[in-house]
DNA sequence: CGTGCGCTTGACTTTTTTCAATAAAGGTGG
DNA sequence: CCACCTTTATTGAAAAAAGTCAAGCGCACG
């Protein structure tokens, strides 16, 4: 059944004896899913909650203009929709696939009671959804605290800590999806990225590769204490 | 004892018996804090948390340049500091004491003993957490796709829906204050406040009481359907 | 080989911040 | 109860940051 090996890979439940594994893959559904297809809306009721298990979803919220803002990139492992599962409310924000790939839905009572009779994977939700309030934390700082050319530096120094420290690093979205990750439009990106290529602070090669040429200079700005 | 019935009190815990709050009376800790204290820094080890059971508390983000973003302001009953506690991270904001009241700390270690053992806890725990991150995802949903007079429009709003429907609202921080829970600066908070009273969206009495006197004019602003 | 989409650039507007000065409130000690 | 002092709030003028609108480039894909 590769359901079970679906979920054994799944940080979120590793950990569970195979007996556990067996138990859940007995009420979970896998999807396959398309690139541009909706998985969720906002506003729509919270059945239960998905992992991605191959692929890449954006979640994202939309202004009254359609203006949108990307919340989160999920990558394969990840959950999403829990929130409005434990919460009792709508979904509040939109999942649409970025890449060809699949998804596992977990419906919400019977996974509750999963939990219910599991303290350790309950334990693991907790932590879960505690890893992620903390990176909204920082989001929020970052959105409200720092200009745009201090959040494309936080970006970069941590693409860097992701993949090696010097090398090339590759963009795992496009620009204007950058944008809306940073809170901003992508003509804004565009002249800011321009600029820091100027001052020396990365290079760039091709569309979706940089290298970071001055790390202190980037966490300065990062940290408010230069302009560019 | 009087700790019992500040257990009883926490929204997070109803629903326990008399020996699972007797239980848990025993691995809290009563602390009072003056207006001022500083009950946590960023970076400090998460030993446990903290549920407020009288006065308000701030929770912060400092710039370097000494900004400061307030994130949320704590009323009695809710918890914080639980994140990095879950996470197993150290706290990653501060914690200071707006007025004089009284906090109750749970170690780290004997909390999450009585969660394993409590799977109505558990849940309970998630839930919070989930509607948390749901207002998270709204502050940057807000702080991203509006601009500042339609973030304080929401701030109305959403104060006229706690208190009263059309009766003056009260509040609860000051100026200041509001400033940085909106994501800007004092100054252009009270040119903003300034421009609304002129195009008679809301009345001011005093520093503090404010009644909305257009609603429909509010949501409009929300929406982005107006501009002030 | 053209069409389309993503990306860039320029000129202009709007929004917000900064800096500086002033005004109003609130608390304290006389 | 009042004068004084500190903190908090408002206002103006100028600068900076970001957004809008419009045009153009370049590369991938049919």
Redo the contacts with the bound molecule.
Sequence with gaps: MEIIEALAAIPLFDGLSRQELEDMAMIVLRQDITRGRLIFAEGDAGTGFYVLTEGRVKIFKLSPEGKEQILHIMTPGEPFGEVAVFAGEPFPAYAEALEDGSVLFFPRAAFIELIRNNPSLSLKMIAMLSLRLRKFTAVIESLSLK???GRLADYFLSLGNEQGGDQWLTLDV???QLASLL????????????RMVKEGLIETRG?RQVRIADRMGLEELAGGLR?L
Excluded at 185 to 193: D, G, V, W, Y
């Design positions: 200009e745009v050319p496009s620009k204007n809170g901003t439009i992508p003509e804004t990106l565009s002249r800011i990225l321009a569309q302009r």
